[in-house]
């Protein structure tokens, strides 16, 4: 059985090293580009799907990067 991990708000931001405002940002409206993070509602809640997160991430073509050129997830 495979298992997904399945990240809240605060948990996403931790995980990317951003705050949890940044996660909000991404989620209504997107980076520079208009890209937005990939999330799914339960409820009021914004979920994340790690491994959906991470495949955006590596491919770059949904998430590149902030306004300022910052890649999400680096320092």
Do not use: W
Not at 9 to 19: P, T
Not at 38 to 66: I, N, Q, T, W
Request: positive net charge.
């Amino acid at each position: 059985m495979i298992y997904r991990c399945f990240l809240n708000v605060d948990e996403i931001a931790a995980f990317l090293r951003v705050s949890a405002k940044t996660i909000y940002r991404l989620v209504k409206e997107g980076n520079a580009k208009g890209q937005r993070l990939p999330h799914f509602k339960v409820g009021r809640r914004y979920m994340f799907d790690r491994d959906e997160v991470l495949g955006a991430l590596k491919s770059g073509d949904r998430l590149p990067a902030f306004a300022d050129g910052r890649e999400v997830g680096h320092v």
